[in-house]
């Protein structure tokens, strides 16, 4: 069974500082994805990456597969920013189904 | 819009008193999945679903039943619920597996309250 385990688990931090979410697994994966939940409480999917490093705005994700460790970047933070980010992984069994896991989730901040 | 409905967003009802939560996507997804969220423990997979008339258990599937005639449905059904099925669920689709890792598209969720 893998292990997820994000770090931190809260963090507030100011409006336009460099933040840093990361996220760790115990057991080869098929991908990694990296989510957002707002208060509201709906999921967005934010990346999904299986190697190296994907950037989208001010976001950005790398993942290290021998070392089994992600990290979600927030560059110039902004309080609509402030959400719940869920890292989980895919895992492909032999019968062909693919089974996510997730982490609990890190709660961001971000203080005007 | 691509999207995932789920219905209804809120339930209060009584223990005992069967319900379905209905899931629906607008994508072509062979993949669909139920999810539910508690505090502290994150997200876990109740049931999933391959494909029409293909589902099997998750994580957590007791006290849970579901089904998949058509492609685009997958209702969770709650045949007796009890007070810890009080819950935030979600249900989720993909494209795959079919051999590749798709990203997945979530519903709004659905918070029942068990009484």
Redesign the interface.
């Known amino acids: 069974k893998n292990e997820v385990e994000q770090s931190p688990q809260n963090l507030t931090a100011q409006e336009g500082e460099f933040i840093t979410i990361n996220c760790s697994y115990s057991v080869g994966i098929?991908?990694l994805?990296w989510?957002q939940q707002h208060p509201?409480?709906?999921?967005?999917?934010l990346f999904?990456l299986?190697s190296g490093k994907k950037k989208h705005g001010r976001l950005i994700a790398t993942i290290n597969i021998q070392e089994k460790h992600s990290s979600l970047h927030i560059t110039a933070s902004h309080p609509r920013d402030s959400a719940v980010y869920?890292c989980?992984v895919?895992e492909?069994s032999n019968f062909?189904?693919?089974?996510?896991t997730?982490?609990?989730?890190t709660r961001l901040t971000i203080i005007p | 819009e691509a999207q995932v409905t789920q219905n209804p967003r809120y339930l209060i009802t009584v223990t005992g008193k069967k319900l379905t939560v209905t899931c629906s996507q607008n994508m072509n997804h062979e993949?669909m999945?139920w999810?539910r969220q508690d505090p502290?423990?994150?997200?876990?997979?109740i049931y999933?679903s391959?494909n029409v008339e293909v589902t099997?258990k998750?994580d957590v599937p007791e006290g849970y039943k579901v089904s998949r005639k058509e492609k685009r449905n997958f209702p969770l059904i709650l045949e007796s619920p009890s007070p810890n099925q009080t819950s935030?669920y979600?249900c989720?689709s993909?494209l795959?597996?079919g051999g590749l890792?798709?990203?997945?598209?979530?519903g709004?969720?659905t918070?029942l309250t068990v009484v």
């Open positions: 098929s991908a994805h989510l509201g409480g709906g999921i967005v999917s999904m299986s869920i989980a895919s492909r062909g189904n693919e089974k996510l997730f982490g609990t989730g | 993949y999945s999810y502290g423990l994150g997200l876990r997979q999933y391959m099997d998750g935030l979600f989720a993909s795959g597996p890792t798709y990203g997945y598209t979530f709004s969720g918070r």
